[in-house]
Structures are given as C-alpha cells and as structure tokens.
C-alpha cells in the first residue's frame, strides 16, 4: 500500500522546548528515586523520542533544548519510528473500556498531540510535496476536497464508521465523481451522502437511494420523485 506514496514529502522545523527537556531531567531524577510512573513512561513520550532517533537525530537525549531543524520525512521515514497506542492492552480489566474508547491510530495520535502546542512543530512551517513536487494551494477546489475526503477514509475508515458528507461531489470533475463513488463502495464502513449531482444519482443503485424533501425521506412514491428530479437535472423527459 505505502508504495502508492513514496513521492509524497512533509517538511517540517522540529524542535524540543527548553521547558519539556527540564520536565524529562526531573523525570529521569524521580526515576532514580525509584518512582516508575513518570513523563518518561507514557505513550506520548516514547513514540516522540522514537521519532527524534529516526528522523532528527539520533544521539539526542533531552539534556538540553534542541533547537529548529528542519526534517523531510517520506511515508517510510515517518512510519520508521514506533508509536504507541494510549489503549491499554495488557490490562486484564481495561478490554471494555478499550472498545468504548475511540480506536486512535497511535500514529495520528502523536502527531496530533505534537501540533497542538509549541514544544515540537513549527505549524507554520509545515509543507507537503505531492507527486511532482505539486503543492497544496495549487491544487483546485476539486482536488483539495477529493484529497481531504481520501485522507479521512484512509484514516478512520473501519467496520464500525459511519461517514456523513455533506454534498462529497460538490467541485469535482465528472471523473472525479466517479472516482469518488468507487471509494465510497468499497468502504469497510457505511455512508450517507446529500447529492443534487446527476451523475451522482445514476451512479448508484435505486436501493441505495433515498428522497428527501423538507427533511421527511419520500419512500412512498420514491420512483416517481426521483425520476421527476432527473428530469429537472437533466432537462429531459
């Protein structure tokens, strides 16, 4: 799979906070002390320091501050480092709590958390280089829209998603349509999507489809509604 996008590229500054480098040395003293649960051992901290051996530099060890470096990461750069789930895995009574929590990828997960404040990425400074070195404010409105909608299936897509798009089709190209209904069929999940497109409407199945109108679903005379609208969409009888 990841072969599909090895010449996508994400510049970055990355940095360590003077302050979260103080908050691992008094970690490191309480460890010495003999205290086991510190900053030190949580998830968060062990996916960043696996990622700054991998893709920053590798002889760090949070004595001091690290100052901005710029980094490229590739997908294989970025899923060289091992992340950690926040899901508790080994405890004999946290299996239910693990399936009512959200089923986190550890990886989005970090870089979540990392964005969210000042320590590590300078948010300004973040880039991604598509193929041909193509760039994301200049891609149409089409293109941005298409991309983001197969970057959340590609995410969070599961058994147990359920997707709510509010006109997907809206901007795309005719074939861009049915790109997206082709990825939208194949979900391991389900979708519920407004359309007002005709080519949306005749690229899926009559069972799949259902008329609204004012906000009550026309079931009853669903056949009849709906070849009253293609009429209007397609200004024919």
């Known amino acids: 799979k990841m072969q599909h996008y090895t010449s996508s590229r994400l510049t970055m500054k990355f940095k360590v906070d003077r302050r979260y480098a103080e908050r691992v040395q008094e970690a490191l003293a309480a460890e010495a002390r003999g205290e086991l649960e510190t900053l030190r051992s949580t998830p968060y901290f062990r996916s960043l320091a696996s990622f700054i051996e991998k893709n920053v530099d590798e002889q760090y060890d949070f004595e001091q501050a690290l100052r901005k470096r710029p980094v490229e990461l590739s997908s294989q750069r970025l899923l060289a480092a091992s992340y950690v789930s926040e899901r508790p895995e080994?405890?004999?009574?946290?299996?239910?709590?693990?399936?009512?929590?959200?089923?986190?990828?550890?990886?989005?997960?970090?870089?979540?958390?990392?964005?969210?404040?000042?320590?590590?990425?300078?948010?300004?400074?973040?880039?991604?280089?598509?193929?041909?070195?193509?760039?994301?404010?200049?891609?149409?409105?089409?293109?941005?829209?298409?991309?983001?909608?197969?970057?959340?299936?590609?995410?969070?897509?599961?058994?147990?998603?359920?997707?709510?798009?509010?006109?997907?089709?809206?901007?795309?190209?005719?074939?861009?349509?049915?790109?997206?209904?082709?990825?939208?069929?194949?979900?391991?999940?389900?979708?519920?999507?407004?359309?007002?497109?005709?080519?949306?409407?005749?690229?899926?199945?009559?069972?799949?489809?259902k008329v609204v109108e004012q906000g009550h679903i026309r079931d009853d005379d669903k056949l009849k509604q709906l070849i009253a609208r293609l009429s209007i969409l397609s200004r024919a009888t």
């Open 90 to 209: 080994d405890d004999e009574d946290g299996e239910e709590q693990a399936q009512q929590q959200i089923q986190d990828d550890p990886t989005v997960s970090f870089f979540t958390q990392a964005a969210d404040n000042n320590y590590f990425l300078d948010k300004e400074g973040l880039k991604l280089s598509l193929k041909g070195g193509l760039e994301l404010d200049q891609l149409s409105d089409g293109e941005y829209q298409l991309l983001f909608l197969f970057a959340l299936i590609d995410l969070f897509d599961a058994e147990n998603t359920l997707f709510l798009l509010d006109e997907a089709d809206s901007h795309l190209h005719y074939q861009n349509i049915d790109r997206l209904w082709g990825i939208l069929k194949r979900l391991k999940g389900r979708a519920i999507t407004t359309t007002h497109l005709l080519d949306s409407i005749t690229a899926n199945e009559f069972h799949a489809i």
